[in-house]
């Protein structure tokens, strides 16, 4: 499976983006989907993830109520919706998928990983 990010930026606190992530090379729609974040010096950490027909999806608590995740399986694409950014969401934030049939949060549970998209959020 290739994954690859697009939709990071500079955005002020406050502010909203929303990050893309197109997947190919494999059927999309047996993948849980999630977004994990890297800040400097920090280890990489959850962030979401969906499965397929999973309306709700599963949240890191650091950014439930601000994030939401949702794919398109018709497009192989997950995205993340990040509003009311604050400072402590600046981060590399890598897309990836696991083959799991069941929410994980562990990094090592993902297989596939893109090769990240930078958002800095200044304050």
């Known amino acids: 499976v290739q994954l690859v990010e697009s939709g990071g930026g500079l955005v002020p606190a406050g502010g909203s983006l929303r990050l893309s992530c197109a997947a190919s090379?494999?059927?999309?729609?047996?993948?849980?989907m999630g977004w994990f974040r890297q800040a400097p010096g920090k280890e990489r950490e959850f962030v979401a993830a969906m499965r397929r027909l999973d309306s709700n999806g599963n949240y890191a608590d650091s950014v439930k109520g601000r994030f939401t995740i949702s794919r398109d399986d018709a497009k192989n694409t997950v995205y993340l919706q990040m509003n009311s950014l604050k400072p402590e969401d600046t981060a590399l934030y890598y897309c990836?998928?696991?083959?799991?049939?069941?929410?994980?949060?562990?990094?090592?549970?993902?297989?596939?990983w893109g090769q990240g998209t930078q958002v800095t959020v200044s304050s």
């Open positions: 090379g494999r059927t999309f729609n047996n993948l849980i």
């Open positions: 990836a998928a696991t083959t799991r049939f069941t929410y994980t949060v562990v990094p090592e549970d993902y297989a596939y």
